[in-house]
Every structure is written in structure tokens, then in C-alpha cells.
């Protein structure tokens, strides 16, 4: 079968072929995983900071309860958003590309 293409009441170029539009071939979901991996790699500038940060706060308010007691919340938003961070990674790291984009749809 070949593949042919019609134009669609927008102009758009169609493909005429019976195949469901929803799926992907296998060489565009690895190279989808790929870009997302390296995106996800390009959010460390803001993650380790944050780290960092919710470590100190953590330790401020291990020292001194009373009068870091305001820190409290920034702390634990820094180190909630972290360790979601780092369980996206995670999941995108261990999952074969085509179980990963099936998932997140």
C-alpha cells in the first residue's frame, strides 16, 4: 500500500491510508523519549538550587524551630517539587518509550 496524501477542508495535507491517526511509528516515539530526557535533563538548573535551598531551610528549622518557623512552608514546597521532579525522572528513565507515551496520554 502506498501512502497518499489529499488536501482537507483546511488545506492541510491528509494521509489516505486506513491506519489509526493516533499512532506513531516506534522511530518517532524514540526520538519523542530522546527529547523528552534531554528536556527533562535541562530542568536540573532549577531543581538543584531548590534542592539545595530546601536542605538549608530543613536545616534551619531542625536548629531553630521558633524562629524558623516561616520557612517551614517554602522549605517543603522546595523539597515537594524536588522529589516530584525526581519521580518524573525516574519514570521516564526505567519505561521503554512506547509504554511512556501510551501512559501519559
Not at 52 to 77: C, D, K, M, W, Y
Request: charged share 25%.
Amino acid at each position: 500500500m502506498t501512502a497518499r496524501a489529499r488536501p482537507s477542508a483546511t488545506g492541510i495535507f491528509v494521509p489516505d491510508d486506513d491506519r489509526p491517526r493516533d499512532e506513531l511509528s516506534p522511530d518517532v516515539v524514540k526520538s519523542l523519549h530522546a527529547d523528552a530526557l534531554r528536556l527533562k535533563r535541562g530542568e536540573l538548573i532549577f531543581v538543584i538550587p531548590a534542592f539545595i535551598l530546601g536542605l538549608f531551610g530543613a536545616t534551619l528549622i531542625v536548629v531553630s524551630p521558633r524562629q524558623a518557623a516561616s520557612v517551614g512552608h517554602l522549605t517543603g514546597a522546595a523539597l515537594l517539587a524536588v522529589g516530584k521532579w525526581t519521580a518524573d525522572w525516574y519514570r521516564l528513565k526505567t519505561m521503554p518509550p512506547d509504554v511512556y507515551f501510551r501512559t501519559t496520554e
